[in-house]
């Protein structure tokens, strides 16, 4: 068995990767809209950048231009010269990068810090105590990633979930999306602003500011928190834009360390990291997959891993490679490029870990050119002091897919992008990866590692060996789910969310699915119906196709909660599936710092709990989504 292991003695240098263009991102600010024919920056655009973005397939990640043009100057611009559209910013000078980014960019909003300032809290409210045990410790909840919350650690019981009501709302200004989950300690919600590059820590029954932290790059995903060292405080660890992991204390919100965890300074950080012991555990992903669209690019050499640094300082321990480094192939695509493999295997998930036998578990997304690796779309275990590889379960063999590549087989006839060079080579090109991490169960003398994979599986393999248990599979899948962000586990049962975006209705899975762990049986299921009725084709313009389940559900206590690709934020019985409450946080929203609030897609980031409170982070505008930028905050009716 091969396992790529690479030990450091220290941590990386800055570099900067920042979110990519390829997905629909922040409106933090812009210039206005240039509109002239002869614009400089609409010539920059058409040559380089209008191939992929104009008519993007559906199901494609490139955004349409329309989302481009929700983005800012920074964002656009940070990501042309340091981020993954790097490539294509080294082809264009500075006036250029600054003639497209101006062109794009969404019209300048509201400056300056009024969206915080006019918010803070009062003095008997404003203080961090962070005596409580955390409600969660990261996007799984707890190590196991079960996202599962007992009453006490939410505050809230069954019935108390089954009748919520909104209590209040924060907007963050000119976000077209939120993808990032919180963290509650006591009455305390510590907040990724990530698209106005800020972390924030809330009131959680008022939504008012204790503290507000700009950061020098966007937090792109959730938090964890823990302790930075035996001796250290606690504090909220991100990963941000630049490549950098980003410590902040968790009383005051200062920065306390950065430290590039990333073995390729060209890959992103996009799973959320995990506290496990005196160590953080950092997935980390990889840029080819949208880089690819371009037949000039040297397609591909990124390559996805799982790093371990040291909670005290950010320094380097180890990292476990997803594969050997890639090389030059011996062939050249169509457009007379070298050929480079292999690659992909991304890390997008965050992990689970084993603290008593340590073992960390992580998943895999797919092979970005040949030959195919057995670590791709993969679970794998992997020792957590050295960093070695334990064991591999491969889900799906020699899917080799990018942007470039059809879904599926070619039809007879059509063009293929030159570094979709492999495609009718062997390769299945169905982008059938792991978007959530694996999570560990126990029960019945055993112990599982479960998995839900874009292709509508549910898979269930021996802690120990990664033998397969059972596998169960809902739809034909799509390259955003199936299962896209995640499950959860209430200990018993396994909730598996389907996406199914653009499926037609006859053939769709959308909806959630309830198996028994221990032996693998269905034990209910919902399918989900589009509602365009009323005003909702308004407000939720995607109602007709996109209205399954891709974020990942919360158990609290006895009741399941979910948020839907069309808005909806739905609550179901655990034993039973029975729906027992529906909220729709589309359309506008009064919020509690005064800033203009709209809801939209829920996506990514699922539902999170604590101090006897739900919330929901509504927005989600990449794959041409409903855009929104507003954290909601739901009670129990009184």
């Not at 896209?484 to 200990?491: L, N, R, S």
Request: proline share 6%.
């Amino acid at each position: 068995m091969k396992s790529w292991v690479r030990w450091a003695a220290g941590g990386g240098g800055v570099a900067a990767v920042a979110a990519s263009v390829v997905v629909a991102g922040a409106v933090l600010g812009g210039q206005a809209q240039a509109q002239a024919t002869d614009d400089p920056g609409k010539a920059v655009y058409d040559q380089y950048c209008a191939s992929c973005h104009n008519n993007p397939e559906p199901g494609s990640r490139a955004a349409p231009v329309a989302g481009l043009r929700r983005m800012s100057v920074q964002t656009i611009t940070t990501a042309l010269t340091s981020g993954v559209m790097k490539p294509i910013g080294d082809q264009l000078d500075r006036r250029q990068i600054q003639a497209v980014a101006n062109y794009l960019a969404a019209p300048a909003g509201p400056q300056g810090t009024g969206w915080i300032d006019d918010n803070r809290c009062s003095a008997d409210r404003a203080k961090v105590d962070l005596s409580a045990k955390p409600a969660q410790i990261g996007y799984g909840v707890d190590h196991d990633n079960s996202r599962r919350m007992t009453a006490a650690q939410a505050g809230l019981k069954t019935a108390d979930v089954a009748k919520l009501e909104v209590a209040w709302a924060f907007a963050i200004p000119g976000a077209s999306g939120l993808r990032g989950q919180g963290v509650v300690v006591g009455n305390t919600l510590f907040y990724p602003a990530g698209q106005a590059s800020h972390v924030l820590a809330l009131d959680t029954k008022t939504g008012c500011v204790k503290w507000a932290t700009r950061t020098p790059a966007q937090i792109r995903a959730s938090l964890t928190y823990g302790r930075l060292g035996p001796n250290g405080p606690m504090a909220l660890v991100g990963g941000d834009s630049s490549g950098q992991l980003t410590a902040l204390d968790a009383q005051t919100g200062k920065i306390l360390w950065r430290a590039d965890p990333r073995h390729d300074k060209q890959v992103p950080l996009s799973g959320t990291p995990l506290f496990a012991g005196d160590k953080i555990l950092v997935p980390i992903s990889a840029s080819d997959v949208s880089l690819a669209m371009r037949a000039g690019y040297a397609c591909c050499k990124t390559h996805g891993a799982l790093a371990a640094v040291s909670a005290a300082d950010g320094k380097l321990l180890w990292t476990w490679h997803t594969m050997e480094d890639a090389k030059p192939l011996g062939r050249k695509n169509s457009a007379g490029v070298e050929m480079f493999g292999p690659s992909g295997a991304p890390i997008w998930s965050s992990p689970s870990v084993d603290l008593k036998k340590g073992v960390a578990y992580t998943s895999t997304g797919e092979n970005t050119s040949p030959p195919g690796t057995n670590t791709s779309d993969a679970l794998v275990a992997v020792d957590l002091a050295t960093g070695r590889q334990k064991w591999v379960f491969q889900a799906l063999a020699n899917d080799i897919w990018h942007m470039a590549c059809p879904v599926g087989a070619p039809r007879p006839g059509q063009t293929v992008n030159p570094n979709c060079f492999f495609a009718g080579e062997g390769s299945v090109l169905l982008d059938h990866d792991f978007g959530g991490g694996p999570v560990i169960w126990r029960g019945r003398g055993r112990e599982l590692i479960l998995g839900g994979q874009k292709s509508g599986d549910v898979w269930a393999v021996n802690a120990a060996n990664g033998k397969l248990v059972w596998h169960r599979k809902y739809g034909e899948g799509t390259p955003l789910g199936g299962v896209h962000w995640g499950i959860a586990t209430d200990g018993v049962r396994v909730f598996a969310p389907i996406a199914d975006p653009n499926v037609p209705a006859e053939k769709t899975a959308a909806g959630m699915y309830a198996i028994d762990v221990a032996t693998g049986k269905e034990v209910w299921r919902w399918k989900a119906q589009a509602d365009c009725a009323n005003d909702r084709q308004k407000r939720a313009p995607v109602c007709a196709n996109r209205y399954g389940i891709s974020a990942p559900p919360l158990v609290i206590d006895g009741a399941v909660v979910a948020g839907s690709l069309d808005g909806k934020l739905w609550v179901f019985d655990a034993a039973t599936g029975k729906v027992l409450a529906v909220h729709d946080t589309t359309g506008e929203h009064r919020t509690v710092n005064k800033v203009p609030g709209k809801g939209g897609t829920i996506d990514a980031a699922g539902p999170f709990a604590g101090d006897g409170m739900v919330f929901v982070s509504s927005g989600y505008g990449s794959f041409g989504q409903i855009p929104g930028n507003t954290l909601i905050a739901y009670r129990p009716k009184r």
